[in-house]
């Protein structure tokens, strides 16, 4: 933790599976301090999350009642307290945030609804955060954003409302193959090739079914031919984001197209969209986050604040 002496006015708080981040929030919006834990969702159950938010953010309590608005996980079924999802077409944020009963007076805590698609079956939580945090700053966007990662997002956004959303779990894919098959032999290195890549992913969007035997003849050319790892790890990134772009096509086909996330990863959304005419504006993920995590406490603000 940074800045223990600090007293915040609200608290704004990430809540992911792996991770849990806080911000100590002062006038206007500042950030005053910030503090990282490696207690996420997976390594919780119901009772231990008000111990862990505590040692998070602790120090940041006056002698009343803080705020503490929470996005993320922290909501989900198997987390501290399910909110419910919110059914698209609505906007990204509800002042209708779910309340978390504490045993410290000190504590208001609330958590933000994810967002749910019925037909076909979809959610998001977390995302919709980011999603108001950009619109917070470009009210007048019109088109798709896209929030790259383990699940990706592409959701639709028109008047200021999420419309609809599909997800592709296009990051689990990678790291399950990468991992636990036999490409895990081919892909162990952070290099890069950026050919391999943008090759890989016209493959993939011309003949999305040739998928499987693509992904092994990765393994033959590396036994055969001596790829490298570097350009074996950029092919099967680009077959799997290719066959993203191609089941995505409706989405980002003739749109003005937003990506929020970790900067490394959206520049390869940025490459592959760039491929297909597609001019994207890029965005840090902590930051559309944060911003998502005010426009909450602005929506449920009292006025005599």
Not at 97 to 105: E, I
Not at 198 to 209: D, G, I, K, M, V
């Amino acid at each position: 933790m940074t800045g223990t002496t600090t007293k915040a006015d609200w608290i704004a708080v990430d809540w992911g599976t792996t991770n849990a981040r806080a911000w100590a929030m002062g006038g206007a919006n500042t950030v005053l301090a910030e503090a990282l834990s490696d207690m996420g969702m997976a390594r919780l159950d119901p009772s231990q999350y008000e111990a862990v938010l505590l040692d998070m953010i602790g120090d940041w309590l006056g002698d009343g009642t803080t705020p503490v608005i929470i996005c993320g996980m922290a909501g989900a079924r198997q987390g501290w307290i399910e909110a419910a999802y919110a059914a698209v077409p609505c906007p990204a944020l509800s002042a209708d945030l779910t309340p978390v009963p504490t045993d410290d007076a000190r504590l208001q805590v609330s958590i933000i609804p994810g967002l749910k698609q019925d037909h076909p079956a979809d959610v998001m939580r977390g995302e919709e955060t980011q999603i108001a945090g950009f619109l917070s700053l470009n009210p007048r966007f019109d088109g798709v954003v896209c929030l790259p990662g383990t699940h990706t997002k592409w959701a639709h956004v028109s008047a200021s409302e999420v419309v609809s959303f599909q997800t592709a779990m296009t990051g689990d894919v990678f790291a399950a193959i990468a991992g636990h098959t036999v490409l895990r032999h081919s892909t162990t290195t952070d290099g890069w090739d950026d050919d391999a890549f943008a090759t890989a992913l016209t493959e993939a969007q011309t003949r999305p079914e040739t998928l499987a035997a693509h992904l092994f003849g990765i393994r033959a050319e590396g036994l055969l031919h001596g790829m490298g790892n570097e350009t074996a790890r950029a092919r099967l990134s680009g077959l799997l984001i290719g066959i993203e772009l191609a089941a995505t096509k409706p989405y980002w086909l003739g749109r003005d197209v937003a990506l929020i996330g970790a900067p490394r990863l959206c520049a390869l959304y940025e490459t592959a969209l760039a491929a297909q005419g597609i001019t994207a504006i890029r965005t840090k993920g902590d930051g559309m986050t944060r911003a998502g995590l005010c426009a909450a406490r602005a929506l449920t603000k009292p006025a005599k604040d």
